[in-house]
């Protein structure tokens, strides 16, 4: 099976800056099947990207995906305060979908 | 608008059972695929079941076969996940989450809001 891991566990940053998250996968996707999603406290996650790449509706253009192969990344270019929450990503693979174990974005 | 909204939680026994609810709107229902997600207390995401469009195919995780059925209806726009043998380890907030399509496909567009099972004595 499959094992997505995300660092850094915890992330610090201002608001302002630039935020990178990795995905690192246990071995290579061979498919697009990489998403990543958004939770604040008390709410249910948001999708933000799918497709590695594609932004959801409604998601703003500072939110980016990329990678491919076992190395995936979600990048915010300039940090909004609404933007301070925990990150997952999640692959969908030969009937299961894994998520990984989340990178906490806070307030520096 | 789309609408998932989750019932049926509450507190347990070790050893009985739920059945937790999904009741969906705004959107055909009949047409997508769904799924149960679950998140333990200050812990992360975990998939937990999926169903297929017409319920013909169901996959669970590991964690929970063979004590978890999905299942839905269609004609009532609903999801249930009966869940039997239940562990202190199955506490959770249950998600129900709308499988995307197209290039969405195999990821969650659209979520409730989740209903708390307490598994304790």
């Known amino acids: 099976d499959i094992v997505l891991t995300q660092s850094p566990g915890t992330l610090s940053l201002s608001p302002g800056e630039r935020a990178t998250l990795s995905c690192r996968a246990s071995?290579?996707?061979?498919?697009?099947?990489l998403a990543w999603y958004q939770q604040n406290p008390g709410q249910a996650p948001r999708l933000l990207i799918y497709?590695?790449?594609s932004r959801a509706t409604g998601i703003p253009d500072r939110f980016s995906g990329s990678g491919s192969g076992t190395d995936f990344t979600l990048t915010i270019s300039r940090l909004e305060p609404e933007d301070f929450a925990v990150y997952y990503c999640?692959?969908?693979?030969?009937?299961?979908?894994?998520f990984g174990q989340g990178t906490k974005l806070e307030i520096k | 608008e789309v609408q998932l909204v989750e019932s049926g939680g509450g507190l347990v026994q070790p050893g009985g059972s739920l059945r937790l609810s999904c009741a969906a709107s705004?959107?055909?229902?009949?047409?997508?695929?769904m799924n149960w997600v679950r998140q333990a207390p200050g812990k992360g995401l975990e998939w937990v079941s999926y169903?297929?469009?017409?319920?013909?195919?169901?996959y669970y995780s590991d964690s929970v076969k063979g004590r978890f059925t999905i299942s839905r209806d269609n004609t009532r726009n609903s999801l249930f996940l009966q869940i039997n043998s239940l562990r202190d380890e199955d506490t959770a907030v249950y998600y129900c989450?709308?499988?995307?399509?197209?290039?969405?496909?195999?990821?969650?567009?659209?979520w409730g809001q989740g209903t708390l099972a307490t598994v304790s004595s």
């Open positions: 999640q692959y969908y693979g030969s009937s299961r979908y894994t």
């Open positions: 705004g959107f055909t229902f009949s047409n997508y695929e």
């Open positions: 071995q290579s996707l061979h498919s697009s099947y």
């Open positions: 989450a709308r499988d995307g399509v197209g290039q969405l496909d195999g990821h969650f567009d659209y």
């Open positions: 169903i297929s469009s017409g319920g013909g195919t169901v």
């Open positions: 497709a590695i790449s």
